[in-house]
């Protein structure tokens, strides 16, 4: 054998050397990325069964809770502003329930006021409002649980400083006044809000934190008087006044 044909078996074998190490190196690569995968999917099997299972235990305890309410229940809104403790009315009992159902299910933790006019209301409940892209602000306002509650018009429960009321559609599309089933707003100036009065179901008071609701009313808006700061609910949860005794 020459040197040249040498040369030439010996560049043969390097090549192929690197293009098996190539190989070897994709083949490994793959696996690895196949087993991380796998890996992955396990975890968030793992993670969504602890988050049935809590969702469960959460949903047992609401149940338990709210067969103790009393006639007229106390919740704390938490918001990163500050805390509004309302009062539930008694004559209102389909708005109560749904309120309290909801709130002891953590339906509202998280969400946002997405409706704020100073010298008004405040308005928070939405759903859709923990989608804060650009295309899900276009949805705020629009979403609730799947249903309507029945408008429960009480003439004594007025719209004055602090109520708490159920949002709802229009006339056209509600001519029933049915009421959203999660969204409510709460009343920061009587005067311009005394002509919703018979209009919208008021089915609670604030009794303590008119200031925050001033405080949240007072934030800057841009269009479709969304703040510009986040006013998050924390949690609306059930006063420690209404707890059950152990």
């Not at 040197?3 to 190196?25: N, Q, T």
């Not at 103790?68 to 708005?95: A, C, Q």
């Not at 629009?142 to 949002?167: M, N, S």
């Not at 002509?195 to 009313?217: C, H, K, M, N, S």
């Amino acid at each position: 054998m020459n040197m040249d044909m040498k040369r030439h078996l010996l560049r043969a074998f390097a090549c192929f050397a690197a293009a098996a190490m190539v190989l070897g190196c994709q083949s490994a690569a793959k696996k690895a990325a196949k087993e991380a995968a796998a890996a992955a999917a396990a975890e968030q099997a793992r993670q969504d069964s602890i988050a049935a299972a809590l969702q469960a235990q959460k949903e047992k305890t609401a149940d338990e809770l709210f067969a103790k309410l009393p006639e007229e229940p106390v919740f704390d809104i938490e918001t990163n502003l500050g805390t509004i403790k309302v009062k539930l009315y008694s004559k209102t009992p389909k708005h109560r329930d749904n309120f309290a159902k909801l709130a002891l299910k953590g339906y509202y933790d998280g969400l946002l006021f997405h409706r704020v006019i100073n010298n008004f209301m405040i308005q928070g409940g939405d759903p859709n409002t923990r989608n804060t892209t650009s295309e899900g602000k276009q949805t705020w306002g629009q979403g609730g649980p799947g249903y309507t509650i029945p408008a429960e018009f009480v003439p004594e429960y007025k719209h004055k400083k602090g109520a708490l009321a159920a949002a709802r559609r229009g006339d056209v599309a509600n001519p029933k006044k049915e009421s959203s089933g999660s969204q409510f707003y709460l009343v920061q100036s009587p005067e311009s809000c005394a002509q919703l009065d018979g209009e919208y179901t008021v089915f609670g008071e604030t009794i303590q934190g008119i200031d925050i609701i001033d405080r949240i009313a007072s934030v800057a808006t841009e269009v479709n008087d969304r703040p510009k700061m986040e006013v998050k609910i924390k949690s609306i949860s059930l006063d420690k006044s209404c707890l059950p005794e152990e």
